[in-house]
């Protein structure tokens, strides 16, 4: 199968002396959810920022559809672990700021079509004209979401957008995730350090390694699609959480020596 | 309760002030020429309204403040901004800057006399300077400031580099801006009162010099109570616009 991203052999110095990542090598198949997993500084952020094109690798090679990343676009959407909406703007004029920071070179009709199909997909009907502030965490990662789904990406990048929910909220944007998945079927790369939700989300979970990070084990979900919340309570779901948790662990002792 | 606080407080605080006045006068400490008394100020306030001499000088004054004041806030902030932003600018504009900003306002006046000769001019351009100063240093401060993930949340949905300045940048920064425009407002009077020194021939300034020529000291306190109501006064349109402005 056609990969969508691609990186092969990626190494990321910071400064002098910090190596974040070294000799990396992944990809992300179309349309499927595909989690990045690992202990805290293991350079699950630089991955992320290095395919949006925040950052250049040091070494190797970082691709979409098979091109080099040069600088961020449209085409990798991405939603932080804070909103990062702009909060000078309502929830419309955020969702559609991405034509006006273009220069508006898509069709205004169809645009504007665009925005209103997102904001009722996204349950943001009648807070078209709320800023941020008057928001909670859930609705504003919400925003976030429309902000980059209006643009129609090839990949949406989640930098662990759900760690500082609430408990009961990151479960039911959890949820709200898999139902647009199910509904847009867009290529999704998902980074937490929450076993539970790479395994509920994901269709394939990598594992990384401590610092310098790289991929150390690649787990298939053996979960099927669509996924219902009663599913956590499966033994194969228990069982790839255990599995993980070992690799996990191991990690984290590696870390501390 | 708070109402009357509001109310009640400060005109106690007026009452003693003009009371004391008042006793100082009567106790003839002063002769009348260098001390008028309160009642001698109110009166010559209302000839200096009523004769429409007042609005004569309040035009020349606003109009200098508002040339110069809207110059000046034209280069501050968007010098600022691109003294904030790009790390290069920066390097290479703001040492000059820094060397230039120690320099007392009032010490431009005999070179601005000797440039622009006599008329609006000189003023303008002394306004241009105190009011460019503070817009200037905030801008840089909030373009310094602005989140780095509202930068890159803009470099992702696509922002070319003078849209992420215009659209961005400008409102991130807008709170600092507005508070250096405030400050360089408040300077642009004190500039406009100190440029009216010489080579005019109305202003509130000038009004306040001139009285002073002739020990028409009455006038320079109807003067003095002008500039500080005016100042008053554009500050709170200022602060009014902002907090609507950031509302946002």
Redesign the interface.
Known sequence: MENKIFLKEVTKVFGEKTTALEGLSMEVFPNEILCLLGPSGCGKSTVLNLI???ESPTSGEVCLEGRPIV????D???I?Q?H???????VEQNIA??K????GVEDEVRYGESVKKYIELMGLGGFEHH?PRQLSGGMKQRVAIA??LV?EPAVILMDEPFASLDAQTRLSMQMFLLELWERLRTTILFITHDIEEAVFLGDRIYVMTARPGKTKALIPVPLERPRRYEMVLSSSFNETKARIFELIKEETKTFRN | MKRTSVILFPLISFGGLILIWQLVVTAGVFPELVMPAPWTVAKTFYRFFAGGEFFVHLWASLGRIFTGFLIGAFLGVSLGILVGHFRLVERLIDPLIQALRPIPIAAWLPLAIVWFGIGDKPGIFLIVIGAFFPIFINTVHGVKFTQPILLRAAHMLGATSWRLLLYVVLPAALPNILTGIRIGMGLAWVCVVISELLGVTAGLGFAIWDAQVYLHTDKVIVGMIVIGAMGTLTDRILLSLSSRWLKG
């Open positions: 949006a094109g925040f600088r961020p676009g449209p990798r959407g991405v932080f804070e990062a909406l702009f909060p000078w703007l309502n700021f991405g006006k920071l273009r220069g800023y902000r980059v643009n």
